[in-house]
């Protein structure tokens, strides 16, 4: 997996192409938590992201509560098909902002 990261003030994009897994989910929230406290906003894009496992929700859900505790948000951008129908089942669709 490859992250870009664009910081803009208190605003984060990450950018992830390849797969969001058990092997790769710790990178990406390396990446998050080295920026965590500067930022209110996060925006990450799956457009590239082929795939997304429990690992790599539970980074997702974690940094978004870190977040919302923080009055900041985060949203979701160009997620799968087949992502986005997890995301429905679990009800999470309603907890991201999807874009």
Request: some cysteine; glycine content about 6%; proline content about 1%.
């Amino acid at each position: 997996m490859e992250l870009r990261t664009v910081l803009n003030d208190a605003e984060m994009t990450i950018a992830l192409s390849g797969e969001l897994n058990t092997l790769t989910s710790p990178k990406l929230a390396e990446e998050i938590a080295a920026h965590i406290e500067k930022i209110n906003s996060l925006i990450m894009d799956f457009k590239e992201c082929d795939y997304v496992s429990s690992a790599g929700i539970r980074v997702l859900l974690s940094t978004f509560k870190v977040l919302k505790k923080k009055q900041g948000n985060m949203q979701l951008l160009n997620i799968g098909e087949n992502f986005r129908e997890v995301l429905d089942a679990t009800g999470l669709d309603a907890v991201f902002g999807l874009i």
